[in-house]
């Protein structure tokens, strides 16, 4: 009886697909202290921000990156362009006297100018430098841990908001101010009365029209029946929350030397692609070779995977909030169960990759080793 080998057959493509799917729903996250961000989506959005971790001073931090071309090869070898974003060297570091790519730019300036002879070219691709796509400004956003509960369900995770947001939070908080007594703490993130906020985003009218840019987002408080509702915070979520690592850490003094090396090579392709040209003289790299050993070198795996993690003891944040409201009188509010949250399910987040103050083996850089390296760039680029 001959061999049947009709049986056979190559696999179908919809379900490999659908294999690589349900295994990547079920692989553990490799950030499991650094949660995805969650989003605001269009319509109602019940936000409840968490309070800063034990030790640290604030619930919110500035996040700023540029968005840098760097060579990406996949699997197969090809080579493709993708822009990537670096922190900015002066907001997320310790080195508060100089940014890196402002100094760029300043040059980048100067050499546009000193090649172009049309005003209106000039104009054009000086205006390119701090376009919103091509550009290399940074973009600036504040973050906070926060629930956000909205047509998606409710998601916890880090929240990043625009200036316009975070102005509204300001009037809101100075808002529950009298003269007479002043408050303490911010409205939104006591454990017990934290009031929650309703973030409306609109980016359309009825019509379907893009509305007016400061109309996308209204802030008010939550409310129920026009009173500010307290969205109060079990143990259990200020366990977990507890458990995640601070914003201060992501955020704060994290801008390293790797961080520079990548901002370098990332310039070097802008510079490049752009044909501007700062990179062909020596005034830029002259300038980092001041402000190199400025900067710290990035830590081992080791040494990030050792270093100390916050304490997550629920009478720490009662003990430290109740000591910040002990003198004010109790404040009369509704308040609202929130119930539901997936600390234990993977959450799904749409934010860039963290490509940026994570753990870079680094060797000290010695004066010798930075002239060197200098030098092996300024000969790339010739």
Sequence with gaps: MAFDRS???AARKDNLKKQQEEAEKMRPSQTSTRPDYVNLKEGDNIVRIFPPHPGKSSFIYQKSVHWLPFEVKDDAGKVTVKNRPIFNSKIHSSVKDHDVIAKYVELA????????????????RIDNLYHWQNGI???YKWVVYATVKNSEGTNFGRLELGNGIKTDMDKLAFSEESVDDPMDTDPFTHPDTGFGLKILYRPKDENGNKVKPQDVYTVNFNTKNYVPVAMPLTDDELEKFGEMDSLEDMFVNVFTKKDLDLMLEGLQNYDKKWNIGVFSGTDFLDFIEKVYNLYPD????EEAESKPKAESNVEHWKKQEQAKISAAPATKVANEEVTGLPWDAEEEGNAEPETVGTDYPSKSMTQEDMQAKLAALRAKIK
């Design 298 to 301: 990035a830590p081992t795996k």
């Design 137 to 139: 400004w940074p973009q």
């Design 109 to 124: 300036k100067k050499e546009i100018e000193s090649v172009e002879t049309s005003a209106d070219k000039i104009k054009e």
């Design 7 to 9: 049986k056979f057959e």
